[in-house]
């Protein structure tokens, strides 16, 4: 008979992690950066990163699992800076999607075709507060990922960024059972995607907090429709705290406006996008690579 799966509330997940959760999350609070501008990591030569600058990137994910790189050579539409960027951070397996473009990087941008088929990220509409890859399989997980901004929109397109420890404390400190809710194998459910009669997914039904190769990993989207919530008082309770945490003027709560030359890193972490208009002019238009992993930044 196979052991029961350990409970994520009862796990260390830290990639040193202590044994005392008290002790863990007290380092984690009094560390956690408290304005986006400690993301920064000047990058002079994003193809050609330093050791240093790369150690200050691993630094600060460590402490708050994003990190921002700026570079003034980097406001140019290579998807080789994001792509050796990664390497540099242990990122080497690109996980492509449906959309991506053929060498597994996203370009996002305002593509009328694509948005009319309801692919938001594709539109200038707001985008919700999500984790990346929520309705992928277990195999299929998304463990980091890098926002790669060409060009700015002329106004709105902030990204809104919560790291999902701090989300699992926050939850934790409230009620300790939220997290056993938030982490039952049917906690969420992601209903099957099907167009023209045909499924290109198939549902998928997982926890929103599991544990991965002792780190802590978090599937979730505040979207309404299109989604299922396990049927029960506690699970209600938990994803509405989180839904106010989010929503609120929460002081670990992030709010970053990349410009051009400027990249998020990250392990995936909460974040969302605000509305945005885009410069009328030719080759103007908001334009991000995504590059999406199976690795986490070390």
């Known amino acids: 008979m196979n052991a029961p799966l350990p409970s994520v509330i009862d796990q260390p997940f830290a990639i040193d992690p202590p044994r005392d959760y008290l002790r863990w999350r007290d380092a984690k609070l009094a560390r956690y950066p408290r304005r986006a501008e400690d993301l920064y990591v000047e990058v002079r030569d994003p193809l050609n990163p330093t050791v240093p600058e790369v150690g200050e990137i691993r630094r600060i994910c460590a402490v708050a699992n994003m990190a921002v790189y700026a570079s003034p050579l980097a406001a140019v539409a290579d998807k080789e800076i994001p792509r050796r960027l990664g390497e540099r951070l242990g990122l080497t397996h690109l996980h492509a999607n449906l959309l991506s473009d053929e060498d597994g990087i996203s370009s996002l941008q305002a593509a009328p075709g694509k948005s009319a088929a309801g692919y938001v990220p594709y539109s200038n509409q707001r985008l919700l507060w999500h984790t990346d890859g929520y309705y992928n399989s277990p195999q299929e997980c998304i463990r980091a990922f890098i926002l790669h901004c060409v060009r700015p929109a002329a106004a709105g397109g902030e990204n809104r960024l919560l790291d999902p420890e701090i989300a699992y404390i926050l939850l934790r400190d409230a009620d300790p059972e939220y997290i056993r809710a938030l982490e039952a194998p049917d906690a969420m459910t992601i209903p099957a995607n099907v167009a023209n009669g045909a499924e290109i997914r198939a549902a ?34 938990a994803v509405a705290f989180l839904n106010r945490i989010l929503d609120a003027d929460s002081a670990h709560v992030l709010t970053l406006r990349l410009a051009g030359g400027q990249g998020l890193v990250c392990n995936n972490v909460l974040h969302n996008r605000s509305a945005f208009t885009d410069d009328p002019g030719p080759d103007r238009s908001r334009l991000v690579y995504r590059a999406r992993y199976s690795e986490r930044i070390a």
């Open 204 to 237: 998928r039904t997982g926890p929103v907090f599991s544990i991965d190769a002792r780190s802590l990993h978090m599937r979730f989207t505040a979207r309404t429709r299109s989604i299922e919530w396990r049927s029960d008082d506690t699970t209600r309770a």
